[in-house]
């Protein structure tokens, strides 16, 4: 009686496993020596204010931070993104007085249509830290069959997908004049 | 027995598989975000323009901000040594108290690093890009040009505003 009480307990494991997640392949096991880079274009620099200003860059500005990506057009990634909540008076993260640190908005978009470098017309915009879409944009309609399988030596096709980084700073009265910097690092890998 | 230890290792096969892939290549990046907090510049005003007295059928008053004692002082002080960029509306209207007149003035900057007009130069559209003194100070005499053809006695009174930014 005991055994079918836990084979009950395992099924429904397994079923409510199926119920919430649909069935996705990740591609990306499959091409662990295929070629993926990132590299930044621009950083996002804010420029000189005076105490109590605030300050944005926008998307399409030609300010804004850009990332470009570079790999295989038909795989997934999956973007991370991890973002200070301020910049710091000479990098001094241990500061916690308005004085010595500003508040940073951060919002971001990704372009995958094989635009070129600050072509945002169709960006698409995310507001998660992370976020997963493909290289180059898929048309709509069914998937493409797979392409073949690549053996020995192979030149991996390539396609370039861009990132943009902006926002906004809000010093305060109080804000010290000088230099405030941070870091912001973006993770990508095939998924 | 033999049944249920299969099926156990079934399940953790479920489970476990998914999510776990390993060996992707990944790359990851910084870039950097700056921002510079300026000390803000501080515009005091030390004299106003005084056009003197007017004589009967004078046509234009003419305030040289190089030389005459009648033009307008101010006074910058911010981050020594710094650059700035002046930006003023050279045209502006005097309006007579009371109603009834407009002038229009045109006005002349001149500017220097000490509290010496005679060291001053004019401020044009060329070299407004400036650098703040060693003191952190500057300093800018205001003049200009008014025209007093068919103009109504009066008073008329009127502002000059000026822009300065870092640069």
Known sequence: MKHYLFVVSCLSLVVSSTLVQAQEIPFGSYYTGAPISLFTIRDLDFGTIVAGDIKERTLGSGDEAVLELEGIPYLDVIVTITAPDYVYLDGD??????????????????????????????????????????????????????????????????????????????????????????????????? | MRILLAFIALCTGYIVGPGTVMGQPRESVSISVGLAIESSIEIETISNINLGRIQPGQGEVFIDPKSDPGAGLLKLSGRPDALIRISFAERRELIRVGGGGVIQFLYLLAGSTRDEQSTSDLIQLENRDLRMGRSGEYFIWVGGTVSLDGVVFGQYEGEFTIEIDYL
Do not use: H, W
């Open chain 1, 93 to 191: 993260d241990l500061c916690v007085l308005p004085a010595c640190r500003i508040p940073l908005t951060l919002n971001y978009a990704y372009t995958n249509n094989l635009e070129l470098t600050d072509q945002i017309g169709s960006a698409i915009l995310f507001a998660t830290s992370t976020v997963r879409f493909p290289i180059q944009r898929r048309v709509t309609g069914p998937p493409m069959p797979p392409p073949d399988p690549f053996l020995g030596s192979v030149t991996y096709p390539s396609a370039a997908a861009y990132i943009y980084i902006y926002g906004s700073l809000t010093s305060s009265i109080s804000s010290s004049a000088g230099d405030y910097q941070n870091t912001i690092t973006v993770t990508v890998e095939y998924f």
